[in-house]
């Protein structure tokens, strides 16, 4: 079995809640929290209202791999827990749904990574991607 795709995925929070500083640090740690245990991130940044990542699943067991919806669910699943331990918020979080998009290429990886990079920068919360802090990178580009 050959490995699992990278996907360029983006998750929504419920209703455009706008997560604090606090609930995006959580959100974060979420997401990096299985990092090169059940998956890899290339690339990941909370924005107050949504999260982007690059990520490919690991191998669980056989040639099995993690699958995406187990993966999206954990992330989800627990910093819907945490967040109202940071933020005044009683509710859903999250959107269940998700856009995932498989990367086909060198190119499309790089495209995606830069979008990634630069939606902090032209949402106007940092001047470059490595001054917001909820942005995380596996190494430079």
Same mark, same amino acid.
């Given at each position: !079995?050959? #490995?699992?795709?990278?996907?360029?995925?983006?998750? *929504?929070?419920?209703?455009?809640?706008?997560?604090? #500083? +606090?609930?995006?640090?959580?959100?974060? *740690?979420?997401?990096?929290?299985? @990092?090169?245990?059940?998956?890899? /991130?290339?690339?990941?940044?909370? !924005?107050? @209202?949504?999260?982007?990542?690059? !990520?490919? #699943?690991?191998?669980?067991?056989? *040639?099995?791999?993690?699958?995406?919806?187990? /993966?999206?669910?954990?992330?989800?699943?627990?910093?819907?827990?945490? $967040? =109202?331990?940071?933020?005044?918020? /009683?509710?859903?979080?999250?959107?269940?749904?998700?856009?995932?998009? $498989?990367?086909?290429?060198?190119?499309?990886?790089?495209?995606?990574?830069?979008?990634?990079?630069? *939606? =902090?920068?032209? +949402?106007?919360?940092?001047?470059? #991607? &490595? &001054?917001? =802090?909820?942005?995380?990178? !596996?190494?430079?580009?």
């Amino acid at each position: !079995m050959s #490995p699992p795709q990278v996907y360029f995925i983006t998750f *929504n929070t419920w209703e455009k809640l706008e997560l604090t #500083p +606090a609930a995006r640090q959580v959100v974060l *740690n979420a997401c990096k929290f299985f @990092d090169r245990q059940r998956y890899q /991130i290339f690339c990941l940044v909370v !924005m107050p @209202d949504h999260v982007h990542m690059l !990520m490919q #699943p690991l191998e669980k067991s056989d *040639n099995k791999f993690w699958s995406l919806s187990s /993966i999206l669910h954990s992330m989800k699943s627990y910093s819907s827990k945490q $967040i =109202p331990k940071v933020m005044k918020h /009683i509710g859903t979080v999250w959107q269940d749904e998700r856009h995932d998009h $498989i990367v086909r290429d060198e190119r499309e990886f790089q495209v995606f990574w830069e979008y990634i990079r630069q *939606n =902090p920068v032209k +949402a106007g919360l940092s001047v470059t #991607p &490595e &001054e917001y =802090p909820f942005f995380w990178q !596996m190494y430079e580009v």
